[in-house]
């Protein structure tokens, strides 16, 4: 295999952005019939954009992953077969087992997510490229783009575990991936839909709407991705209630609206010299804001008002 393989590099976008335009966009459809808040067309434009920049990037990312851990011949030190599951006369229970393995294995995966998520909001350096993400205002399941340079971080604090900690049988993989890509869009979706009681175990739109929030009394909750146990083991997660869905974004960063604002981001001085914040560490984090009262789902938006009673800057218009 060469250094760039064009062809695989290829393949693992084309795989990529198929799972990302069939969930993303049937997560839209639920936005756009049943709205928490409709934001703009423009949005969803941009999110689609940065989504296929990002994934092309990923690629080629992946695969020179792939191609350094075949060249230093890292082999797993353990390795998870469900194949024992898996071989049922019973076609139904054999899917069954297959997406009860891949929960298992996306539970798994989300422990060393919840942790470089809270290495993300506490090193500088980690966090310049998180808060790409953190910036929008706009949040749905198109516009929740991370900056390309995030999968380099996964790699390290999520891939070479998963590498080292190796699950194999047939579809169990596959399956796992999938869920995972699913649960990236509809966590970010802004639609009433949500998973209900569920979320104490799996996270949703609600559950991780609070991650984004605006408002103080959220700040570092929710770091989970898949699933809500982690922040339940390690005390940090806050359950939303019943009508609560706070504004989103960074007060002193606004959203990249450019292709060069966006592969920019992290890298541009004048950017973080403007802010004023920081997300505990530095500059950008979620505004010192006290709302009103968290939005009702599919109302109007609510006011932000400073300490001295001002409205506060960079919170989303209508």
Known sequence: MHVLDIDHVTQIFVKSFELVVMFATVCAALELTFPAHRYSFASYVRGFRNWTIRLGCAAVIWH?????VSWLGIKPLVTISFGTLLHSENAFVNSGLAVLSGVLVAIVADFFYYWMHRAQHAFPFLWRMHATHHSIRELTAW???HHVSEPLVYAGFVAVPLTLLHFESGVVPAVAMTLITFQAHLSHSSTRINLGPLRYIIGDNKFHRIHHSLEPLH??????FFTTIWDT???TAYWPKKNEWPEVGLR???EPLTVRDYIMFPFDRRRWRRAKDGSGVEAGKPAEVYVSSSIVEGGSHQ??????GS???????T
């Open 64 to 68: 020179l992953y792939a191609l350094t």
């Open 143 to 145: 516009n929740c783009h």
């Open 219 to 224: 700040r570092r909750r929710n770091y989970g």
């Open 233 to 235: 083991i390690f005390a």
């Open 252 to 254: 002193d960063q606004p």
């Open 303 to 308: 006011l932000g008002l400073e300490r001295d």
């Open 311 to 317: 409205l506060s800057k960079g919170l989303p218009e």
